[in-house]
């Protein structure tokens, strides 16, 4: 019988192989991060020139509406970094959303304007 406070070592070893398991687990998730990784080195300025230079350093297919980034900056990013983590640095502080399709492709979503923004659009126009 075993006494209070005092594991079995079956359980002992049980809890082991679990411990073990999470951390190659945990280590192996942050290798294919690290794998991932690709250097980076998009300047800052006006938006769509950027995301050229970002879809050629990255490999990454990645649609978007010219009329989207009409008029959008960028801070750029530079180092080494993952494609997805370096496109959301590329977009910080703009109204672009990204949505990875079925096919691996990611698009860049702008979202609809609000009844506010679109009707001071419409003053602007007159």
């Keep these: 019988m075993n006494r209070i406070g005092r594991q079995n070592p079956i359980l002992r070893a049980a809890m082991a192989r679990r411990h073990l398991a999470l951390g190659l687990g945990c280590a192996l998730i942050g290798g294919l ?11 800052g300025g006006e938006l769509r020139p950027a995301l050229d230079v970002y879809i050629a ?12 980034v009409k008029g959008l900056s960028t ?12 496109l959301e640095r590329l977009l910080d502080g703009t109204r672009l959303r990204i949505r ?4 691996g492709a990611m698009v860049l979503i702008a979202p609809a304007p609000t009844a506010a923004a679109a009707a001071g ?3 602007k126009k007159q």
């Design 57 to 68: 350093q990255s490999g990454v297919q990645l649609i978007y509406k010219m009329e989207d």
């Design 100 to 103: 990875r399709g079925q096919d």
């Design 121 to 123: 659009a419409a003053e």
């Design 75 to 86: 801070r750029g990013v530079k180092g080494r970094i993952a494609p997805d983590a370096a």
């Design 33 to 43: 991060a690290w794998a991932n990784a690709r250097d980076f080195d998009v300047g």
